[in-house]
């Protein structure tokens, strides 16, 4: 993530206030999650137990170049080609329908998982190109992908859960346990808060 100061982990325990921060900063980045999302309140208590997770969402689609999570290069001496190694699998599928569309199904090889070959005579140009193209992806994929964050964020074995996914906020409550009105309270609090511009103070 860009900003990881927007994160903020209240927990019982310093020691798991730490390590969940950095979870949630290693799959928001693994997914591109942060440009999604803004501000981010996580409450955990392992004690009832519960786990409330609340981020706001930034106002339309966030632009997302392929140098945002790959790098770009042009390919070994004498060759025509573009190489492009991905950082992130996040947008392969889009990446590969652009680049057909542009290049022709022929001329892209991606034997290899994380590696891109692009054939162009005119690789010099196109070089800089591809670095700036511009990656589209629809809400509803987004969306996909901020569920599969709260799978891996959540912790394991609190299955019982409770959601709000929409375009201004996502909320999240996970417990082992039935989820309690008085955790809704707690999230709807935060969430407040967040919209608000302030932080929960319950």
Do not use: C
């Not at 999604?36 to 409450?43: F, S």
């Amino acid at each position: 993530m860009e900003e990881y100061e927007k994160i903020i982990v209240e927990s019982d325990e310093e020691t798991g206030a730490d390590v969940y921060n950095r979870v949630i900063i290693d799959v928001l980045s693994d997914l591109a999650l942060g440009r999604v999302l803004e501000k981010i309140r996580v409450y955990i208590d392992v004690k009832e137990p519960v786990f409330i997770f609340v981020a706001l969402r930034r106002f339309g689609l966030p632009s997302i170049r392929l140098s945002d999570f790959a790098e770009v290069d042009m390919g070994d001496y004498g060759k025509n080609e573009v190489t492009i190694n991905l950082l992130k699998e996040s947008y392969i599928p889009q990446l590969l329908n652009k680049l057909w569309e542009r290049y022709g199904k022929g001329n892209i090889d991606h034997e290899e998982r994380n590696m891109i070959i692009v054939h162009t005579p005119d690789y010099f140009t196109e070089v800089d190109f591809l670095r700036e193209m511009i990656i589209d992806e629809k809400i509803a994929q987004i969306n996909d992908r901020i569920m599969d964050a709260m799978l891996r964020i959540i912790p394991e074995g609190f299955r019982v859960r409770y959601h709000q996914l929409t375009k201004e906020y996502i909320l999240f409550v996970a417990s082992e346990d039935p989820i309690k009105q008085e955790w809704k309270n707690k999230a709807f609090s935060i969430r407040n808060g967040l919209v608000k511009g302030g932080k929960d103070n319950a």
